[in-house]
């Protein structure tokens, strides 16, 4: 139930800012945010070795969350966090066919793309502006998405560049209405002593190419247990 928006270009102020929050089940064991030795800055999944969201100092930037459909995920397919390291590292990845179904936004610093491999492999051009990414289709935003979509909207235009109205936007745990029986799922920070929002990321991408990365990781009650802040230069 991951959730993120993106502002690609979007401000002549900022190259790129990207704001989510990565929904897990508490028990999966990961690493905290941090450089690796190739040059990738990223939290690690240390059961399958990738990561869920990425940058590097080439000005690279990778995002994957879950795609649901009936049917999956099954576990003899490839993780899908290959596609986020491999992107950075500048490999060719793995066939996206061969990889349960996924949203994937990637960007560097001419361009920025959504691909998709359901229900065909598929790599969407993105504009100028302010995306989303969940669980659904690309094309049916949920109602999260659209609210944390319009709460980077809002910082964009306040001018600021204090991080913490983002932390705040991605904290809400307010119930959507009409969300049916996944309701509880419904809010953008999900709390949830089995499966819930594990960590918040904030990037800043300045257009001088002065850049930082803060991950805010929390437990199973929803607390805050630990920060980490990375500043670098694209």
């Excluded at 690493?31 to 399958?48: H, K, M, Y």
């Amino acid at each position: 139930m991951c959730v993120a928006a993106a502002a690609f270009r979007a401000h002549p102020r900022w190259r790129l800012v990207v704001i989510g929050n990565r929904d897990e089940f508490h028990e999966r064991p990961t690493a905290p945010l941090s450089r690796w030795e190739n040059g990738v800055i990223a939290g690690r999944d240390l059961q399958a070795g990738g990561t869920w969201l990425g940058v590097n100092e080439a000005g690279r930037f990778a995002l994957v969350t879950n795609l649901r459909v009936d049917g999956f995920p099954r576990p003899e397919l490839a993780s899908r966090g290959a596609l986020v390291t491999d992107w950075l590292a500048g490999h060719a990845s793995a066939a996206p066919e061969t990889m349960n179904p996924f949203n994937l936004f990637m960007a560097d610093a001419g361009a920025a793309w959504h691909l998709t491999n359901h229900p065909e492999t598929r790599s969407i051009p993105l504009g100028h502006g302010i995306h989303g990414l969940s669980n659904g289709p690309h094309e049916q935003p949920w109602g999260k998405t659209t609210a944390l979509e319009t709460a980077l909207g809002r910082w964009l235009e306040s001018g600021k560049d204090d991080p913490q109205p983002l932390f705040a936007a991605l904290a809400d745990r307010s119930e959507l209405p009409g969300a049916g029986p996944e309701r509880r799922f419904s809010p953008v920070f999900i709390r949830n002593p089995l499966y819930g929002t594990r960590c918040s990321t904030v990037l800043l991408i300045a257009a001088d190419g002065t850049a930082r990365i803060i991950e805010r990781r929390f437990d199973a009650e929803g607390d805050t247990t630990g920060e980490t802040a990375i500043a670098f230069t694209v």
